[in-house]
Structure formats: structure tokens, C-alpha cells
């Protein structure tokens, strides 16, 4: 990867007239991306909102998104990078061959037409969800869609943003940059950060059964990920911290309910864009926060791996 033209929510609102959803379905998954951020609103330099802008959605079936595209591109399963790639071979002119076109389930005529419509773009944006990043390809389907929206600013303004899941994912996605500089994909083994996505990746990990214990925090892997890392996460020793009962915890060993972060914890999440949001807890609870919880085993965990003090022999006792 080759990192990220990006931009913020709020110029998205103010600037972008061509939106781009790719593997994503915000009208159920994101219900207020569409009148808060992307399509209705009205913003400073698209002053009719919804008149001013073109939205295209690609996805592998027809989604309740759909109804709100002016474009529906319907790839086959497993056919994104393929796709990409040759938005990026049209963009730059190159020639692509029409029966290769079509075993992606589109045809050249409707690539070539989006090609030309995201080069006059104003402001384009590729906003793209897991159906892109989860599927054959993964993190390389990523990658390529970034690097489409940095060859596109040869042409005009474009920018690319996940549309992020569940809990803090953009929290998680920028400590680890700032602490070990990767985003993910980190394997800290060694005593150091190595990055390798598609080894060290967690649903690579548990596919492989590499791993022997889990400890998952705020999240739910059992609900999204595929069934051989479930099963994997059901033979093993997994810990659970969340604030309420989840697919994972129904086949965790442990299950830790705490806090609910922002509304009986404080802290600080990350809005999709990286934007840092400090939150202020509105009502108290009984239960400990994930950090305090963490903490703990973390002084349990050293507690017990310190050596024993050596012991010491008394001498010949007199009776």
C-alpha cells in the first residue's frame, strides 16, 4: 500500500458531487450518511444538495441502497479487483479487452462511462464497506481502490474512505499507526511491529488456526466473519469484553460485560474520517470500563510471570 488520499466528512458535504459506494450498503448499515453527509445535504459549494451530486453503487446484488443511485453496477462475486484494475488501465487511456470486461459481469461501455464521469468530477469520493475488503482479494481489493483515487487526482480532486463497521474500528486502525506504524496486520511477537497483511491478519490467523487464545474487546467477529475463523474461535480459549451479549460471547469461554463507552465511560472515539471525538459518559454503571478491565489482567498476567524470590535455607535447626 502506498497510503491514503482522504479527506474529511465535512468537506465531503461542502465539495463532493460524484459519490462512489462500493461493497457497502449505507441505507441500512450507515442510515445517516446519506441526509447527514453524502447525498441530501445542502453544502457550501453544492448549494441544491441532492440536485448537485451523482451517486454510483457497485455491489454484487441490489441492495435497499440501490434505490437511492443514480448508477447501479452489478459485479460478480469476487470480481472487484478486477474491476478496479481496469478503471485504473481506462483512466489512463490504456486498451482493455471487451470479453475480459465481461467475466466481471459488466460490460466496457459502462466502465468507460464511469471512468469518464469520476475524471469530471469536481470532487469525487470512493466511500468503500467489507463487501470490498472482506471478499477474494481483501486487503489487495483495498489497496487497489486507493491507488485509484490517487491516480484519479492526476485528473481532477477524489478521495477514498472505509465505511468502517462496528465499535471503534478508526480508533483501533489509527493507535496502532501512531504506535507501531501499520494500521493493522501487526504481529508484535518478536518484540517488535511486523506488518503483513494476509498473515497476520485476524481472520488469516484464525483460518489457519495459528492462534491458541483470543481476547476480543468491543467487538463481534462470530457475527461477520467467515465460518472456518468462527469455528476456530470456538475451539479455543476466548475472552469476551463487551457491554452486552453477542454471537462471539454465546461461544467464549469468558464473557466480561463492562461499560458502555460514551454513554457510562469516558474516552475518545474515532469518527470514519479520523476525526477524534472526546466522549463524556451521561449515566453511571455498575460495571468497569474495557480499560480498567485490561488493566487488571495486565497486573495479574505480570504478577504471575515475575520469578519467585529464591528461597533461603535456613541452616541446621537446634531441637
Given at each position: 500500500?502506498g ?7 465535512g468537506?465531503v ?8 459506494y462500493?461493497?457497502?450498503?449505507p441505507?441500512?448499515c450507515?442510515?445517516?450518511?446519506f441526509?447527514?453527509?453524502?447525498l441530501?445535504q445542502?453544502?457550501?459549494?453544492i448549494?441544491n444538495?441532492?440536485?448537485d451530486?451523482?451517486?454510483v453503487l457497485?455491489?454484487?446484488r441490489?441492495t435497499p441502497?440501490a434505490?437511492a443511485a443514480?448508477i ?12 478496479i484494475?481496469?478503471?485504473r488501465?481506462l483512466i ?9 470486461v ?12 464511469l471512468?469518464?464521469?469520476m475524471?469530471?468530477a469536481?470532487f ?7 463487501g470490498?475488503s472482506?471478499?477474494?482479494?481483501k486487503?489487495?481489493?483495498?489497496a487497489?481502490?486507493l491507488?485509484?483515487?490517487a ?7 477524489f ?5 468502517r463497521?462496528?465499535g471503534n474500528?478508526?480508533?483501533?486502525d ?8 501499520y494500521?493493522?496486520?501487526?504481529n508484535?511477537a ?11 491478519s485476524t ?7 495459528d ?14 466473519m ?7 474461535l470456538?475451539r479455543?480459549p ?12 454465546r461461544l467464549a469461554r469468558v ?5 458502555v463507552?460514551?454513554?457510562?465511560a469516558p474516552?475518545?472515539?474515532?469518527r ?5 471525538l472526546?466522549?463524556r459518559p451521561?449515566l453511571?454503571?455498575?460495571?468497569p ?12 498476567v505480570?504478577?504471575?510471570s515475575r520469578?519467585a524470590p529464591p ?5 541446621p535447626v537446634?531441637v
Amino acid at each position: 500500500m502506498g497510503g491514503k488520499v482522504s479527506c474529511t466528512l465535512g468537506e465531503v458535504k461542502n465539495r463532493a458531487d460524484f459519490i462512489v459506494y462500493w461493497g457497502g450498503n449505507p441505507a441500512e448499515c450507515h442510515p445517516r450518511h446519506f441526509t447527514k453527509y453524502t447525498l441530501t445535504q445542502k453544502g457550501k459549494f453544492i448549494p441544491n444538495g441532492r440536485k448537485d451530486r451523482t451517486m454510483v453503487l457497485v455491489d454484487i446484488r441490489e441492495t435497499p441502497s440501490a434505490k437511492a443511485a443514480d448508477i447501479f453496477l452489478q459485479v460478480r462475486p469476487s470480481k472487484d479487483f478486477e474491476v478496479i484494475t481496469t478503471l485504473r488501465a481506462l483512466i489512463k487511456g490504456q486498451p482493455v479487452a471487451r470479453d475480459m470486461v465481461a467475466e466481471t459481469g459488466l460490460t466496457l461501455d459502462q466502465l468507460q462511462d464511469l471512468a469518464e464521469r469520476m475524471k469530471r468530477a469536481r470532487f469525487g469520493v470512493l466511500f468503500f464497506g467489507m463487501g470490498l475488503s472482506m471478499t477474494r482479494g481483501k486487503h489487495m481489493n483495498s489497496a487497489a481502490i486507493l491507488t485509484l483515487a490517487a491516480e484519479l487526482n492526476a485528473f481532477t480532486k477524489f478521495v477514498a474512505m472505509p465505511m468502517r463497521g462496528h465499535g471503534n474500528v478508526t480508533g483501533g486502525d489509527v493507535i496502532m499507526r501512531w504506535t507501531t506504524g501499520y494500521p493493522f496486520g501487526v504481529n508484535l511477537a518478536r518484540g517488535y511491529p511486523r506488518f503483513n497483511p494476509g498473515e497476520f491478519s485476524t481472520v488469516d490467523l484464525l483460518i489457519r488456526g495459528d492462534c491458541d487464545a483470543a481476547l476480543i474487546v468491543g467487538a463481534d467477529p462470530g457475527a461477520t466473519m467467515p465460518q472456518p475463523a468462527i469455528d476456530h474461535l470456538a475451539r479455543i480459549p476466548t475472552i469476551v469484553l463487551d457491554p452486552k451479549l453477542t454471537h462471539t460471547s454465546r461461544l467464549a469461554r469468558v464473557h466480561i460485560t463492562t461499560a458502555v463507552t460514551g454513554i457510562s465511560a469516558p474516552g475518545t472515539v474515532y469518527r470514519m474520517d479520523e476525526i477524534p471525538l472526546p466522549l463524556r459518559p451521561a449515566l453511571k454503571s455498575p460495571y468497569p470500563t474495557d480499560e480498567e478491565v485490561l488493566r487488571r489482567i495486565h497486573m495479574a498476567v505480570a504478577a504471575r510471570s515475575r520469578p519467585a524470590p529464591p528461597v533461603v535455607w535456613p541452616g541446621p535447626v537446634a531441637v
